[in-house]
């Protein structure tokens, strides 16, 4: 397949989606989460895309591109994680839990992949053909 960009990308839209839902689910956590568990909640979902974002830009190096995926990874699991404690902190129930862990689990398996086969997404440019 043949990204026009980034925003094409399936695994962005996907991001993208989450990190709206993660938004709007965080709007009744508690005041005093507003500047700690929040905060990191919606940091972290947010970089997963923005990560993605920069990958793009950064396709005509392979090495460059596979760092900033692995970046979007890592923060999908650092996501997965503040749900967690959102979980035990009974400001989400067990539904929306395995909600959120199913999405960033599917997340992150496209993440891996572009990881694991970065070739399809990486471009040459023409003065490195010379």
């Not at 989606?17 to 919606?42: G, M, Y």
Request: charged letters at 30%.
């Amino acid at each position: 397949m043949r990204y026009r960009g980034y925003k094409d990308m399936i695994v962005y839209q996907l991001a993208y989606e989450t990190a709206i839902e993660v938004f709007e689910v965080t709007k009744t956590f508690p005041r005093e989460e507003k500047f700690s568990l929040v905060d990191q909640l919606r940091r972290s979902s947010r970089s997963v895309t923005s990560n993605i974002a920069e990958a793009w830009g950064k396709r005509m190096y392979k090495n460059n591109f596979i760092s900033k995926i692995s970046d979007s990874y890592s923060e999908a699991l650092e996501t997965m994680t503040w749900s967690d404690y959102s979980l035990k902190h009974k400001y989400i129930i067990e539904e929306q839990h395995t909600y959120f862990d199913q999405k960033y689990d599917r997340i992150c398996a496209m993440l891996y992949g572009m990881m694991d086969n970065p070739t399809k997404f990486l471009i040459t440019l023409r003065s490195q053909k010379r």
